[in-house]
């Protein structure tokens, strides 16, 4: 008897897999749909190549001077040249140990906080966050170590703007915590006072806020003190953190099912008990991501200290654009680094929100 | 921290408790506890302003600051670089004050229209059939979204604007319609005597759209037949003021501008700050709204396309028909917090030099008066006032698109 033969599956038409169909799909399914990506494509096949000119094959890498330019396409002589007070500003170059110091701390503490054995992580980490802030300023500083005094006027470039960022939503998030507690409280005067104080440092604009900070706050210290004006405007940072963030525990609280707080308090713990044992853990966890998105705000709007005179990294930038030994106009050069430098942290920060996110709803549905 | 207690103990402390010894004292009663937490934040409150205010009326005192609001009948004794009023230099900070005002609200109208529109496009790209359309909204919304604006307003102004051409190279749209280094200039129409008639047919046009919707709403539901809403509208925008304009010898002459020297003089100019500002700001915003709008229309379960599409919807009409109204819901409250966080990222307008109220007031009016705590709070009330119109109205409109539950 012959056995059943059966004929081989004919391979699925071409139209329906592979890359011809995934083009078809995607990039030809209609006539207007083929035009777009055509003229998408054109514009591409236009423009690409001389962005890549400029910026690669006749740019300008090597050299220490503006002469070293000779190629007409980007000076990147200028970015190299230049790079020390991007990053640290006019800190003395023999000091720069401290500044990178500070950072390796800052990261140190970050990874602390998610490595550290979970027994004692909450403790270690909220006391290490809480004292990175003095321990920056003193080796920053150097008078409290006995080192070389540099001045704040002296700070600046990049990790100015880190510095200030993080130092700022440090001390604010304890403060947050407190305006968002205040804001839930029963007791109406607490709550009124809390609310008005969130509302007035969202609903103002932030350079106002620096303006306050460097023309208003001074009257308002007794006559004689005289606080440095980078601790005047970390105080305004400070308060409009806590402004910011303090929303952003709201909806962390509100998210916290009832059901959490009755059990707590039908275990008899006591009000902070409460809050800090059952309530914030959950609170922070759930508002990672918007902490994360208002950091990012932040650090982005650190920039506008340039407005009142703080040599952070633009304001660097600006001085450097203008200096006679370089003044070939290289501002597209200039704005496209600091451009990249500032998208490359707030992009990772908002991917790195997003994946938190995402494993907190895979959390929910099991 | 919590020693385990046999049943025992807790029964013996919860019967300590009943039987009213300590823990039934008066500072264990909340609402008297609340009332001296209370009483303890005003008294810290009381003293902390005491002290500020004090401090600064010494301080104020000591370095011979004025008080009071006789500042603003004073002449300014300096010309703002744009005005849509005029403006003379011996005019006084109360109209410096309305200068500024009204150059604010040009460039946060102008940054709302075009971020409205970025972002809708941007927004509704994300879902478009197009690959290549997709990614090039990814890439807009993830490169603008994620870069401070000032550096944009930087790059805008100092990078992108002052590389352009000079006066008399400059860049022309048919010869109507300049742009170079110094601004962008384009053609004015100046009305004759009859042209308030025309501007009369514009509105009146308007106005017929919304009778032209309600009535042929009104007549769908009641027979079915749809009206060509749109076409209509457009074409009665458009026809009624040409027809109203050519019955009255088209009342209007247009000024070109036109090179004078070394720079364009007639119509009107759009000066380079404005422009980089306003590009800045509605590129920004726009990107923060195309994830509003993109969030939004993913947050309509895909239930509700696959339900229109079975009812036989063309693809359009299930967008603006059932996606689009249910999408609102999610977007309009976010609008709301963009348009407002738009308004106060207009000061940056003091990084170019753009004449905005803050610019001109909390700028220069404070350097020049030493007046801190009055221009400041002025200028923050306007901005709180501005905000909080934009809320109403936005609120308004989400009642409008709201879901309406019975």
Redesign the interface.
Known sequence: MKEFQPIAARPAPIKTVGFTAWLR???F??IP?AV??LS??ALLAYYLPLIFDWAFWSANFTGTTEDACVKEGACWVFINAWSYQFFYGTYPVEEVWRINLTLVLLVMVIAASFTLPKSIRLKASITSWLLLPVVGIAILDGRLLGLEVVSTDLWGGFTLNVFMAAASIIVAFPFSFLWALGRRS?????RS?SVIFIEFFR??????LF??GS??L??????GTNVDKLIRVWLVLIFFMSGYMAEVFRGGFQAVPSGQYEAADSIGLSYWQKILLIILPQVIKVSMPNILATF?MLF?????L??IGIPEV?QTLQTA?SNSYWLG?H??EG??F??LV??GS??SM?VLARRIERQMNTDKRD | MFKQKTIEEVKSASRKSSSGTTSNAFYNNPRIR?FF??IA??AG?LYFFG??IG??L???E?TGIKTGFDFLGAAAGYDVLMSLISFESTDTYGRIFVVGFLNTLLVSAIGIFFATLLGFVFGVAHFS?????RK?ALVYV??F???????QV??WY??VL??LPGARQSLSLGEAVFLNVRGLYMPKLIGGDLSSLVWIALGAAVAGIFVLRRWAKKRQELTGQQFPVLKTSIAMVILFPLIVAALTGFPFTVEYPALKGFNYFGGITVIPELMSLAIALSVYTGAFIAEAVRAGVQSIPHGQTEAARSIGLRENKIMSLIIVPQAMRVIVPLLNSEY?SLV??S??A??VGYPDL?NVF?GTA?NQTGQ??ET?FM??IV??VV?MVISFLMNRFNNAVALVSR
């Open positions: 799909d995607n990039l399914s209609t749909n777009v990506t998408v494509i029963e007791m109406p005067f607490i006072v609903g103002v604009p932030v350079l106002s303006f306050m023309v208003m001074p009257l308002f210290f007794a006559e990012v982005k709007n650190t920039t506008f340039l407005i633009v654009l106009g501002a597209l704005y496209l600091v451009f500032f998208w707030c992009f908002s | 609340g937490y209370q934040l005003i409150l002290t500020i401090n600064t010494a301080n104020m000591a059939h197009n690959w290549l359309i090039v993830e490169i979204r994620n870069v401070p604006l000032l550096l930087f790059f100092f990078a002052s590389s407002q106060k990222n000061t940056l003091a990084a803050f909390v404070l801190a705590i400041i200028t923050i901005y709180f905000n």
